[in-house]
């Protein structure tokens, strides 16, 4: 596969207009104001999707509303960052459709988690342009500390971050481009077009909701398939409300990881806050980020 260059997009001003898009799970007016007007308060110009309270069954309307939405933010000259509203489901099913040559040109940050891993990965794979893996609107009351971060990382102040150690942790340090996103899309996205190269790179895993014997059998995926074998470093967020069978797997989901990546040498920094839980800290994807993990972890950004 070849080495894409590293693309920056422009950090936000005041002043700046930027989208609020629904490509999975429908949204609505009463959810969304509250971050409509915390962004405004930020100094931006808020323009949204088209369709964005569209409702069809669980989706923010059909497959070709949201793609369309999508792709008129991707190419909007005047739209500075993408946001997604909320994650679910859904932006698995429009990818293929999407154009991203007036993208490439005038990059433009996106933000979000969960579903929004489709569009980190995707963009990663095909364009080299840095995203941002973030809290969302529907998300923005939950922690006053992620949102303000956010908001610093989409001004251009400094991103770096030291965090409590973990039983679990592998020490070393490594230094390499952060990829990843949500566990259960980075495995639905394999051996497509979306598919991430992980060698030579961070990997930056977290997950919801999920039995532990299907977190084992998709860790074993990603070994199998030899995206775990490459790595520079291993960065785990939240694995939040895991489940269990009646008879149970016998192992955590970070016990699961640990076991996963036990033959290989790079180090493995466990509880970074970001992922599913009360704290969901931005990273940007696609840009070199250096690791160190001893009796503390930082996670630093170049």
């Known amino acids: 596969m070849t080495k894409l260059k590293s693309i920056r997009p422009a950090f936000l001003k005041p002043g700046d207009t930027i989208g609020i898009i629904a490509p999975a799970r429908k949204i609505s007016e009463q959810e969304l104001l509250p971050s409509i007007k915390t962004l405004q308060t930020w100094g931006l110009k808020v323009k949204l999707g088209k369709h964005i309270y569209s409702s069809y069954h669980q989706f923010a309307g059909t497959d070709d509303l949201r793609r369309s939405d999508l792709q008129t933010m991707l190419d909007d000259i005047e739209v500075k960052a993408i946001f997604s509203a909320r994650g679910g489901y859904g932006t698995l099913r ?39 893996h973030s809290t969302m609107p529907i998300n923005f009351e939950n922690d006053s500390e992620s949102l303000e971060l956010l908001r610093k990382s989409l001004f251009g102040e400094e991103l770096n971050y030291t965090y409590s150690a973990h039983q679990l942790n592998r020490e070393g340090e490594a230094e390499g481009t952060l990829v990843g996103g949500n566990l259960s899309l980075l495995y639905a996205l394999a051996s497509t077009p979306s598919d991430i190269d992980t060698k030579g790179k961070i990997l930056f895993l977290e997950d919801l909701d999920e039995y532990l014997y299907h977190i084992d059998r998709m860790m074993m995926q990603l070994k199998r398939s030899g995206k775990l074998a490459g790595l520079k470093g291993l960065v785990i967020g939240s694995f939040s409300e895991m489940k269990d069978n009646k008879v149970p797997f016998g192992k955590t989901a970070e016990e699961i990881i640990i076991d ?41 950004f170049f």
Not at 112 to 121: A, E, F, K, N, P
Not at 265 to 293: C, D, I, M, Q
């Open 260 to 300: 996963s990546v036990k033959e290989y040498k790079y180090p493995v920094s466990f509880s970074f806050p970001a992922g599913h839980g009360e704290k969901n800290y931005p990273l940007f994807f696609g840009r070199t980020a250096k690791l160190a993990v001893s009796k503390t972890a930082s996670l630093n």
């Open 94 to 132: 429009i990818i293929d459709a999407i154009d991203l040559t007036s993208f490439i040109n005038h990059a433009k940050w996106i933000t979000g988690y969960s579903d929004v891993t489709v569009l980190h990965s995707h963009i990663h794979t095909h364009t080299g342009i840095e995203t941002l």
